[in-house]
T-cell receptor, first 112, second 114 residues
Framework: GDSVTQMEGPVTLSEEAFLTINCTYT??????LFWYVQYPGEGLQLLLK?????DKGSNKGFEATYRKETTSFHLEKGSVQVSDSAVYFC???????????FGTGTRLKVLA | KAGVTQTPRYLIKTRGQQVTLSCSPI?????VSWYQQTPGQGLQFLFE???????NKGNFPGRFSGRQFSNSRSEMNVSTLELGDSALYLC?????????????FGEGSRLTVL
């Protein structure tokens, strides 16, 4: 079945370090891809999305590119801040299914 | 603009009991989805409703049920609770009737089954 695999956490970085969180998916078609973020004590919120191959989603300094060839949607940020500490979820969705398939989440901790 | 509101935020039940969770979507949103979040499994899709109709259901036993009212508010019910039902139950609403639409999540209802 369709699934999303994320790198295991937690990921601990120093402030201003480069961030990569890997996400790969298995799907029988071409889904839309998403990154959601969950800050401590808050609900999930959309960080960025891409709806077709080679699209790049970006927001708040984060970027991810929809790579059909490698079925990946890795999240990157050039310089993380303490305020980026959160749990990041990769997800996919297909037209007409009305559901999202989420990865297990990757916890990021940024130290000052 | 008010966000997605879930009640209650915390509850403790014992095995065999039942529980009802409520979700009020953002005004104007007609799609409401429910997810179960656990540390090991991440978010698992329970069901989605649009205009009082269930359009999709996840792989959960029949003890899990839901409904949506004409004002788009939704409830989910879990009967005959088991220890493994302990989780954070998240409700999400959406404006767009599309797989590319953004989901807006509530803060969740944390259920503990003893």
């Amino acid at each position: 079945g369709d699934s999303v695999t994320q790198m295991e956490g937690p990921v601990t970085l120093s402030e201003e370090a480069f961030l990569t969180i890997n996400c790969t998916y298995t799907a029988t078609g071409y889904p839309s891809l998403f990154w959601y973020v969950q800050y401590p004590g808050e609900g999930l919120q959309l960080l960025l999305k891409a709806t077709k191959a080679d699209d790049k989603g970006s927001n708040k300094g984060f970027e991810a590119t929809y790579r059909k060839e490698t079925t990946s949607f890795h999240l990157e940020k050039g310089s993380v801040q303490v305020s980026d500490s959160a749990v990041y979820f990769c997800a996919l969705s297909f037209s007409g299914t009305y559901k999202y398939i989420f990865g297990t989440g990757t916890r990021l901790k940024v130290l000052a | 603009k008010a966000g997605v509101t879930q009640t209650p935020r915390y509850l403790i039940k014992t095995r065999g009991q039942q529980v009802t969770l409520s979700c009020s979507p953002i005004s104007g949103h007609r799609s409401v989805s429910w997810y179960q979040q656990t540390p090991g499994q991440g978010l698992q899709f329970l069901f989605e409703y649009f205009s009082e109709t269930q359009r999709n259901k996840g792989n959960f036993p029949g003890r899990f049920s839901g409904r949506q009212f004409s004002n788009s508010r939704s409830e989910m019910n879990v009967s005959t609770l088991e220890l493994g039902d302990s989780a954070l139950y998240l409700c999400a609403s959406s404006l767009a009737d599309s797989h590319t639409g953004e989901l807006f999540f509530g803060e969740g209802s944390r259920l503990t089954v003893l």
